[in-house]
């Protein structure tokens, strides 16, 4: 599992099953989007002896770029006081894969009814430590990415001159890549940029 993981537990003791029914429903999410940022999950029993419905809710927040938030949220309601807690954190993670899907399924159509947005590019400036870079398209025009945009998780791999096959969306200040494949690993065409400091990157993509 990659995907950045926060679990909070509220007024419920924390198990190792739990732990580990959480993981495995955060894994078979990246295996519906493999470039989710981040996953926040809160088990919590909100009403110790609730006159109806299920005292457990269970919530669950993603981020996917380049800025969209999901959220799911589980809490039984009257007629299924007594439903398990684990069934109440598989509901929430069904509920949340739903959203996943519709939204890799927009993505993915909006790359066939735009091909022209799958670009080759280099990569002309690099920010490491801020996790965020700029590629040059063919046709000149600068286009941000971020780490979580670079598939199979090979941010690391990537150097100012290497070459790199993107898909793009168009954000409100231009181009921002959500789909970065390295094609290319030579790495010596372009010379590193020179900025003394780190260009900031488009608003929301930080």
Do not use: I, L
């Given at each position: 599992m990659k995907v950045p993981l926060e679990v909070s537990?509220?007024?419920?003791?924390?198990t190792n099953d739990l732990e580990t029914l959480v993981r495995e429903k955060?894994?078979?999410l990246e295996q519906v989007c493999d470039h989710i940022s981040s996953c926040r999950v809160v088990v919590e029993k909100a009403n110790e002896r609730p006159k109806s419905g299920?005292?457990?809710?269970?919530s669950i927040d993603l981020t996917v770029p380049p800025s969209h938030e999901l959220a799911a949220v589980e809490n039984p309601g009257q007629g299924?006081?007594?439903v398990p807690l684990e069934t109440v954190i598989r509901h929430a993670f069904d509920a949340a894969r739903r959203q996943l899907v519709e939204l890799s399924d927009r993505q993915n159509d909006a790359v066939k009814t735009h091909p022209e947005q799958e670009m080759t590019a280099i990569v002309t400036k690099l920010f490491p430590e801020q996790g965020y870079g700029f590629i040059k398209s063919l046709t000149g025009e600068d286009?941000?990415?971020h780490e979580n945009s670079v598939v199979n998780h090979d941010f690391d791999r990537i150097d100012v001159g290497t070459g790199v096959h993107f898909v793009a969306v168009e954000g409100e200040q231009g181009l921002q890549a959500t789909t970065v494949h390295i094609v290319d690993k030579a790495g010596a065409h372009i010379p590193p940029s020179t900025d003394e400091a780190p260009v900031k990157p488009p608003m929301g993509w930080e």
């Open positions: 537990y509220r007024n419920v003791e924390k955060v894994g078979k299920s005292p457990y809710r269970v299924t006081q007594y286009v941000y990415f």
